[in-house]
């Protein structure tokens, strides 16, 4: 018995440079969105970000030791099996194949007999008019170690055109696809923050109305919903605003049922791709490097085959962003739940907290927007406030190295002119200096209405703030400098409360029973 590991990919939309994250075609080729027809002559190639199989993580996560490729076509045939590395390429196999609409597998490959780094992948060649291929993708004869039950979350605010949309291409292409192996293995909780959503539960899918306390809120709550439920292997974290492809779940769920036991928890990340620039990425898992975030793979055209090869190398990653991010359903009930920090930095210190081994690798990926076509002044006081609070509580930074991002931010701020963005630096610090007392007695709801009020206020006295704003920061800075110690121990000492259950069914206005005990 085969298990199918992943699929190959159509996409019919030709403009633009998405087309090349799915084939590369030369000569007559028709590709529509289930099935390729190519003239005598015409080929494929399936060296892409979507449909070229990256073995490595396979090798290194699980216990998947071969693989082998299938197609399902009708025609004439040639086809060829490749592995290219930096510096090299061979062709594994090359075979004719003809037939009406017929299957046919290839010869299995040997994981551990291939270069580290690199990607099997076909090319087809029609030796007559009308060849067809309906579809294809990699397959292994191993045994899965596990059955994997996935309880995607998805944390929404009025953002509904979204949400629908992507629901209704799970259910479409998963949860009422006969063919699918998945459907029984996912269900979605929607955690709608903004109380908007016109959306009814369904099999597979909850909604579930909730404060708006921001994505930390959002998330948890459906963490805590997965948990009470009792029986989700995994729970995926996702963001409202993304687009994907749902194979993404898919090979998301098989690496699961294969994956390898080790001494930390395997997470599994998407790799962030830009919405406006489909084919250019933006992240591929990050981590916290003295007070700053630093992330990997930015700027990487993966329409370029250089480029696919050069995003499989391997990164000390320590987390990966919650717009697509699986976890075992165990971190959260051994670690507790997310720090509540409305947005911004909760995925940066859950990862940091976890310590899980994290696997990102070209064709699981979202399209998404650039964060700095959605940057305002008021998110520098999350941005800022939150990483303090994981600088302290994780002793990843002293008081120095805080005064001197605070001064750093500031004097950008100055020099770009952007006076409201040193009144929220200022906001931040203080806040962070009054210790989790600060988090305790916080309505985050109001809070975030203040900030966005503030947000919008016309700026006033401008020449008054920039000739005050200077000394201000300073004495913030020396007032950070005496008592940075003293808080850090402060949220330190608070940590197990902030991430526990009991408080956050409190701040939520929950009254769950015990886990295990609730129905999904």
């Known amino acids: 018995m085969k298990t199918i590991l992943s699929h190959i990919l159509f996409c019919s939309d030709t403009a633009g440079k998405k087309s090349e994250l799915y084939v590369r075609t030369s000569g007559a080729v028709t590709v529509e969105k289930d099935k390729a027809v190519l003239t005598k002559g015409a080929a494929l190639s399936f060296f892409t970000y979507f449909n070229a199989f990256f073995y490595s993580s396979y090798a290194l996560y699980t216990d998947v030791s071969h693989v082998s490729p299938y197609l399902l076509f009708s025609g004439k045939l040639t086809v060829r099996l490749i592995c290219r590395t930096l510096s090299q390429q061979k062709i594994v196999f090359q075979e004719t194949v003809s037939g009406e609409r017929r299957s046919v597998s290839f010869p299995a490959c040997r994981l551990d007999a291939l270069p580290p780094g690199g990607a099997l992948y076909l090319e087809l060649e029609s030796l007559e008019d009308g060849s067809v291929l309906y579809e294809g993708g990699y397959e292994t004869s191993c045994e899965p170690n596990r059955e994997v039950c996935v309880a995607a979350i998805i944390c929404t605010y009025r953002r509904e055109a979204y949400v629908l949309r992507n629901v209704e291409l799970l259910r479409e292409q998963i949860w009422e696809n006969p063919d699918c192996t998945i459907r029984r293995a996912l269900d979605l909780l929607v955690v709608d923050n903004g109380k908007t959503l016109q959306l009814e539960d369904a099999p597979h899918?909850?909604?579930?109305?909730?404060?708006?306390?921001?994505?930390?809120?959002?998330?948890?709550?459906?963490?805590?919903?997965?948990?009470?439920?009792?029986?989700?292997?995994?729970?995926?974290l996702m963001d409202d605003d993304i687009s994907f492809e749902p194979e993404i779940f898919f090979r998301t769920v098989q690496i699961l049922r294969f994956e390898r036991q080790g001494k930390r928890p395997l997470w599994i990340g998407a790799q962030m791709l830009s919405e406006k620039q489909p084919a250019m990425q933006y992240e591929s898992g990050a981590c916290f490097q003295k007070g700053r975030i630093k992330g990997f793979g930015r700027h990487l055209d993966l329409s370029e085959e250089r480029s696919l090869l050069l995003n499989e190398e391997q990164r000390q990653v320590q987390y990966t962003a919650w717009w697509f991010c699986c976890m075992p359903a165990a971190c959260a009930a051994k670690t507790g739940l997310p720090l509540p920090f409305f947005f911004k930095g909760d995925d940066l210190e859950y990862g940091i907290r976890n310590q899980p081994a994290i696997?990102?690798?070209?064709?699981?990926?979202?399209?998404?927007?650039?964060?700095?076509?959605?940057?305002?002044?008021?998110?520098?006081?999350?941005?800022?406030?939150?990483?303090?609070?994981?600088?302290?509580?994780?002793?990843?930074?002293?008081?120095?190295?805080?005064?001197?991002?605070?001064?750093?931010?500031?004097?950008?701020?100055?020099?770009?002119?952007n006076l409201k963005t040193v009144a929220f630096l200022q906001m931040a610090y203080q806040d962070y200096l009054k210790g989790p007392s600060f988090f305790f007695s916080l309505d985050d709801e109001s809070h975030h209405l203040f900030l966005l009020q503030k947000n919008r206020e016309p700026e006033k006295k401008r020449l008054l703030v920039f000739l005050t704003a200077p000394f201000r920061v300073a004495c913030l800075c020396v007032r950070f400098l005496h008592q940075n110690a003293a808080a850090a121990q402060q949220y330190r000492d608070s940590f197990p409360q902030l991430t526990s259950q009991k408080f956050w069914a409190q701040r939520l206005g929950l009254n769950h029973q015990k886990e295990g005990e609730r129905k999904p």
């Open 205 to 236: 899918l909850r909604v579930l109305q909730n404060k708006n306390y921001g994505g930390s809120g959002g998330f948890t709550r459906g963490m805590m919903e997965a948990l009470a439920a009792g029986r989700y292997s995994h729970m995926l």
């Open 359 to 417: 696997l990102l690798m070209n064709g699981i990926g979202v399209w998404h927007a650039a964060f700095e076509e959605k940057y305002s002044p008021y998110l520098e006081y999350y941005i800022k406030r939150n990483e303090l609070v994981v600088s302290a509580v994780h002793r990843l930074g002293g008081a120095w190295q805080g005064a001197e991002k605070l001064v750093r931010a500031a004097g950008k701020a100055f020099l770009t002119g």
